[in-house]
């Protein structure tokens, strides 16, 4: 039989997972935990990663069966979900206090580009960053690409620091 209680305690455990590029976040900071059920002591629980190609899928859906596991969980599933997409605006506001007090830009809120036509519209975006260092709004783009697919790299142009940026998607 499923209580609240138990099946609380599996979204708990499988929550407190830390991403593994970005292990200041936990997976439900990143919104990347979408779902986690039981049933009959069986816990499935539903991944979406923030692109189809991530590479640190296996390694996500790993620690969450272990972590499951090792919470005395024996019959565990890892499922991914692609279908709603992962998108920023799912990091939590704690997620993205955490990534600015690691010095990572987080993205802006509610900045995710429209989709039109069921598409994700991409293009040339100049938002205003402030600088997770010092605070400061003078702050350019140094490169698209950062050191992981969803970041790009940028710097202060106050106290002359680098940072990443969590790119909105």
Known sequence: MVTVLSRNRAWEVAAAVPDPELPMLTLADLGVLAEVSEQDGAVTAWITPTYSGCPAV???AAD???RLRAAGY???AVRLRLD???STDLISAE???KLAEAGIAPPTAGGAPP???GLLRLGPTRRVVACPQCGSQDTEELS???STACKSLWRCRSCREPFDRIKEI
């Open 95 to 97: 997620g993205r206090r």
């Open 84 to 86: 709603p997409p992962w």
């Open 58 to 60: 296996a390694e996500m």
């Open 115 to 117: 989709a039109a036509g």
């Open 64 to 66: 969450v069966d272990a």
């Open 144 to 146: 698209r690409f950062g």
């Open 74 to 76: 024996h019959e565990v």
